[in-house]
């Protein structure tokens, strides 16, 4: 329908031209278009159902009071045979401009954004305008002399309307708002009624003209403000958030700019100066200028300074959680140790990452934003709280002792150990916390590393918070240093693999064997697995050290099956660390090595704690992945986890090792034994081998056969040992029931 109105009202236009002047055909073409004009409008508010129709319907009434005013006025010259001003004609042409104001006054209102710097650009633009217009327009008209007071007063009503209507104009244009089409197609609607009015109030003062030459004027106003309510845009509400936050473009600025210095020009036009209220209409408008502009200014140097405020406040805060970012942090540190005593109290969190991984980002920053809450609970009044990286934190004490700065810490630990309600998920996020304090540091970034290396031992020991001391320093030079000579280790062949045998129960004959890596220093001697497996964890090398361990097992595994050994396992069992299964390419390197060593992958068994695997993601993905190999999988010391029975629904298991805390007790009457008998219940109920590890005497291995246990692990078989002297461990007798 718009674009059939567009055509037709343009060709209608172009056929009132080409009609006879003044003829009853050209008059009732010009009436025809203003009616179907208010037409559109009514058929667009139906048609689109904007929120706010009262502005569409006054827009239609003041189109049809300007139809009604021109029949009225058809009347007089086409039946009377008068052409009289001021008629009754222009009661109805006046009449259509208040609803026309009043409904561009609610448009402006609803699509333009009303700040401080659009109002100040549109008023200087409105001023600097309306004294042109008031000098060549509306004072010229009030000053004849020959008409009588009515007809001045209806004179000086039309183009007092049309600056009223010029001031609405600017504002609709100035200000950043929607600029939907509909908007621009009112806008220019509105433009082409006021120009027509000017320009026919100009001819009809200067020339006597009777203004047909401007008809297309008023009659393309009519096609456009049709065209408007005839747009789906129509319907919009408001200025979009882009508008809303934008500045104000060259374009406005020059034009308020140009306008401002218009009160100035007009003092060189004689026609402006020569009267006292043409000087005195420029010295108002030009203070009015003036007043206009320094408001502008002074609006400018407060959103400059906002500005700054706000792009200050982003360069030194965290934008999620809105608490001091790790810049700011470390400027206030630097500050405050320079005159103060000071202590950090660095935070870091354990199990984040799995609540990104498994609940998304969502839930992930959500828990973020309650536990800042909690941390700004726990902290003193003055404490700078900072976010110093995805799941880091840090607390800035200023002139508080060690006793407070630990008791800070406990209340941090102890905010921590409480669950968090994150949209419909209870979770459990823990935390490493960490004590370092400015006494004998060198600088700032001293007391930072001091909070961070508590923090880290805090978290490898599980104790709620640590605070540094100079032992901390000494314990992780000397882990660099180890680190450093596991990597000459590795180099030198310095390690071994032994190896532990697995029984059956009651038989005593060996299932399979667990291969352990042993560490033969040639300084040092024997190293504990215990001391360096943790520090090949954190470096790194412990991906290199396994996939070297696991090779080396799988090699001898097949040695012992080609030479049909009476005593040869039937299984290798291999432990794979959480850094391992982190490797993309992990799956890859087993499947390379079965490969290469000819050994069938049922034969081998890796083996995973609960904490490589209680994360998920991409570890359970690697398990899978071997899994479809044909590998077997192990879930090592279970039951000291807090979660082992769900593992169960997400790992792909198939053996279970009952962790030594279990076994050690199982010979009295106590929880040990019940736990015990629970999870070979739960073995036999899931379809899972089960393996007791830790078995020492006897009697245990008496009792676990009793209660169902049919492998065994444990010194009282055999120590672990190298694999040419695993066929001369003494053969085991039959477990008696």
Not at 206 to 212: E, K, Q, V
Not at 458 to 487: H, M, N, V
């Amino acid at each position: 329908m718009l674009v059939w109105w567009v055509v037709a009202g343009t060709a209608a236009t172009i056929g009132y031209y080409l009609l006879p002047r003044e003829g009853l055909a050209s008059n009732l073409v010009y009436n025809t278009i203003g009616f179907c004009s208010a037409l559109m409008i009514v058929a667009g508010v139906r048609r689109y159902r904007p929120r706010r129709p009262a502005m569409w319907y006054l827009f239609a009434a003041g189109q049809t009071f300007a139809v009604i005013g021109d029949l009225v006025w058809s009347y007089y010259v086409y039946v009377l045979h008068e052409e009289p001003y001021p008629s009754f004609a222009d009661v109805w042409y006046l009449a259509a401009y208040p609803p026309l104001v009043l409904g561009l006054l609610q448009f402006v209102r609803s699509r333009t954004r009303s700040d401080m710097e659009t109002l100040v650009d549109a008023g200087m633009v409105a001023a600097g305008l309306g004294l042109v217009f008031w000098i060549f327009v509306l004072q010229p008209t009030a000053a004849t002399t020959s008409a009588s007071m009515l007809e001045k007063v209806i004179s000086t009503a039309y183009p007092a309307a049309d600056a009223v209507l010029l001031a609405l104009l600017t504002r609709m244009f100035i200000g950043a708002g929607a600029r939907t089409p509909s908007a621009k197609l009112l806008g220019t609607g509105a433009l082409l009624l006021f120009a027509a009015d000017v320009a026919f109030s100009v001819v009809s003062l200067h020339s006597g003209g009777d203004g047909y030459e401007l008809s297309a004027g008023w009659l393309l106003s009519y096609v456009f403000w049709g065209a408007a309510a005839l747009h789906p845009s129509m319907a919009a509400e408001g200025p979009p958030a882009s508008a809303a936050e934008a500045g104000i473009g060259r374009g406005p600025v020059a034009l308020a700019t140009a306008c401002a210095v218009l009160a100035p020009a007009m003092l060189f036009v004689p026609q402006a100066g020569a009267s006292l209220a043409g000087r005195f209409a420029i010295a108002t408008v030009g203070i009015v200028l003036c007043v206009l502009a320094f408001v502008r200014t002074r609006g400018l140097v407060r959103k400059v300074q906002r500005k700054t405020s706000q792009l200050e406040h982003l360069a030194t805060h965290d934008d999620l959680t809105g608490s001091a970012n790790r810049r700011h942090f470390e400027d206030r540190l630097c500050q405050v140790t320079a005159h103060h005593c000071a202590h950090v109290v660095y935070l870091a969190l354990t199990g984040f990452k799995s609540v990104n991984d498994e609940l998304g980002r969502q839930v992930g920053d959500e828990v973020l934003g309650h536990l800042v809450a909690r941390i700004r609970g726990a902290a003193p009044a003055g404490a700078l709280v900072a976010r110093m990286g995805g799941d880091e934190f840090a607390l800035l004490l200023t002139g508080h002792s060690t006793e407070a700065a630990e008791r800070v810490a406990a209340r941090l630990a102890g905010t921590m150990g409480e669950p968090i309600l994150a949209g419909s998920n209870e979770l459990l996020v823990g935390a490493g916390i960490g004590i370092g304090d400015s006494e004998g540091a060198t600088s700032s970034a001293e007391v930072l590393r001091r909070a961070e290396t508590a923090m880290y031992a805090a978290k490898g020991t599980g104790e709620p918070y640590r605070r540094w001391s100079p032992a901390l320093d000494e314990q992780a030079g000397e882990q660099a240093r180890l680190g450093a000579e596991i990597r000459a280790a590795l180099d030198g062949d310095q390690f071994r693999v032994v190896y532990q045998p697995i029984v059956t129960a009651p038989a005593g004959r060996m299932a399979g064997v667990e291969a352990l890596v042993r560490w033969e220093h040639p300084e040092r001697g024997p190293i504990s697995p215990a001391y360096f497996i943790p520090v090949a964890e954190r470096n790194g090398l412990i991906v290199e050290l396994g996939a070297w361990v696991l090779r080396t097992a799988c090699e001898q595994m097949v040695r012992w099956r080609d030479d049909t050994m009476a005593t040869a396992p039937g299984y290798l069992s291999v432990n794979v660390s959480a850094r391992q299964l982190a490797r993309p390419g992990f799956p890859q390197t087993v499947a390379d090595i079965l490969t290469t060593t000819g050994l069938p992958p049922t034969h081998l068994t890796v083996e995973v704690t609960e904490t490589a695997v209680f994360d998920g993601g991409h570890a359970v993905q690697a398990l899978h992945q071997l899994r479809a190999l044909g590998v077997r999988i192990a879930l090592d010391d279970f039951g000291t986890g807090h979660s082992s029975l769900r593992l169960l629904r997400t790992v792909p298991v198939d053996t279970l090792k009952v962790d030594k805390s279990f076994i050690d007790d199982i010979t009295g009457a106590g929880e040990h034994r019940v736990i015990a008998e629970a999870l070979i219940h739960v073995c036999e109920g899931l379809g899972l081998t089960a393996v007791a590890e830790g078995v020492e005497t006897a009697e245990q291995a008496e009792v676990l056969h009793r209660i169902g246990y049919r492998l065994l692990q444990g010194y009282h078989f055999g120590r672990p040992v190298a694999a040419a002297d695993l066929d001369l461990l003494p053969s085991q007798p039959a477990i008696t029931a």
